[in-house]
């Protein structure tokens, strides 16, 4: 993971229970790249010491004004300075009341006012205090001020209360951060993906499959949602977690695939098939679980709709886009894939480069030619590929 690559932060920690939260935060942020400098108010600093922070950051946390490490003494200037943007996480209601007032009293809310970039609040607070008129004005204040707000969610909390008002998971607030900062490429456009393998099923309990691991579709699924799409994820079973962002249909064989795709293809502006889609599917599925004997079984296997080809060949389609792992003669069978479903693109890659591993080597297929991709993670190869496509859309649709 490099996503956050070169950026620099400032995040900020309140006084709140969620604090704990922000130590993985920092862990998370800086495993994606990011050069996180934390900054403390002093209930903050109650719940989680500036060492746990500075050991996991690697740079050392400010929590006074006054701090006299800084040479100028200008802590609340100077750290915002060249910085990407403040997360607030946790930001109590208490941090956000003092930002819609634009109040200028201890360090945190002297460089928020002070700074030049982006400021990200990730509210954490009581349900009560959530619902409170005078946070919901202060949460619309500061928003109309610019300042954008990721969560809170609903659920148990510290209190013992369920409710809305839990600050945002770790993970979760990663991942708004890194799509904050990509380019919203695909803003305003539906895009429809397959992913995974399909199960064609024998009896209840057997079938055929491949080993599809889903990682690439769901990789291109989440780098949809940053690009800012509307994306629906029509999955075989895979296991993973559906991408922040995403709208996840789970379907097991390709028949309900194709039923899954075609519900919703209507409204689509892009449909990309990254699913390894069964070519056959058994002919007859046994009803009741198969009984071992002594001789040959033979199984008859029927052919499965070409769901890629059927939506290219609608009266209007999608910008559609195809997928081909060839274990050999990638780009004579690539390109002769792309032209016989009449795709405007197609991404190809050899299966011992890609297939069920974390990293992946593409070569993107299109009417101007082949375009090859550096080996990357599949998150980053999602990214590039979004980016080509992006390129091409405008005008494509009607
Ligand atoms: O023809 P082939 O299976 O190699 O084509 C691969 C592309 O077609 C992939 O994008 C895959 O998702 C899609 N496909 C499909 N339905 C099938 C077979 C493949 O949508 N039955």
Redesign the pocket.
């Known amino acids: 993971m490099c996503e956050l690559k070169g950026r620099k932060l400032v995040l900020g920690v309140s006084g709140g229970v969620a604090a704990y939260k922000s130590a993985e935060l920092v862990r998370l942020l800086g495993k994606a790249g990011a050069d996180v400098h934390v900054v403390l108010t002093e209930g903050g600093a109650r719940f989680v010491t500036p060492v746990t922070f500075q050991a996991l950051s690697g740079n050392p946390v400010w929590t006074d004004l006054w701090d006299a490490r800084m040479d100028n003494n200008m802590a609340h200037i100077d750290l915002t300075r060249g910085t990407d943007a403040v997360l607030v996480a946790p930001a109590t209601a208490d941090v956000i009341a003092r930002l819609a007032q634009g109040r200028a009293d201890d360090l945190l809310s002297t460089l928020c006012l002070a700074r030049e970039c982006p400021l990200l609040l990730a509210p954490a607070m009581n349900r009560q205090m959530w619902e409170h008129p005078a946070t919901q004005r202060n949460v619309a204040q500061v928003t109309a001020d610019g300042a954008i707000v990721f969560g809170p969610d609903a659920g148990d909390q510290a209190c013992g209360e369920v409710g809305m008002g839990r600050m945002l998971e770790p993970e979760d607030l990663l991942e708004h951060v890194i799509a904050f900062f990509q380019p919203k490429l695909l803003a305003g456009r539906r895009v429809v993906l397959?992913a995974g393998p399909t199960f064609e099923a024998i009896d209840p309990v057997r079938g055929i499959t491949n080993s599809s691991s889903g990682k690439m579709g769901y990789a291109l699924a989440q780098a949809c949602a940053r690009a800012g799409a509307d994306v629906v994820l029509v999955s075989g079973p895979t296991g993973l977690p559906a991408p922040l962002g995403t709208r996840r249909l789970d379907v097991r064989s390709?028949l309900e695939m194709r039923d899954a795709v075609m519900g919703e293809i209507a409204a689509a502006d892009v449909f990309i098939?990254?699913?390894a889609?069964a070519?056959y599917r058994p002919l007859n599925s046994a009803e009741h679980k198969m009984k071992k004997t002594s001789a040959e079984l033979t199984l008859t296997l029927t052919p499965?709709?070409?769901?890629?080809a059927e939506v290219a060949a609608l009266p209007t389609p999608p910008f559609c886009v195809?997928?081909?792992a060839e274990s050999r003669d990638l780009d004579a069978y690539a390109e002769g894939?792309r032209r016989a479903k009449r795709l405007p693109m197609l991404v190809g890659n050899l299966v011992q480069d890609g297939l069920g591993s974390d990293d992946n080597q593409v070569i993107l297929y299109d009417d101007a030619g082949r375009h090859p991709l550096e080996r990357a993670p599949k998150a980053e190869v999602a990214r590039r590929i979004v980016e080509h496509l992006a390129s091409l859309l405008p005008g494509r649709r009607v």
């Open positions: 397959t390709a098939g990254v699913a889609v070519d499965n709709p070409d769901i890629l195809g997928f081909a894939k």
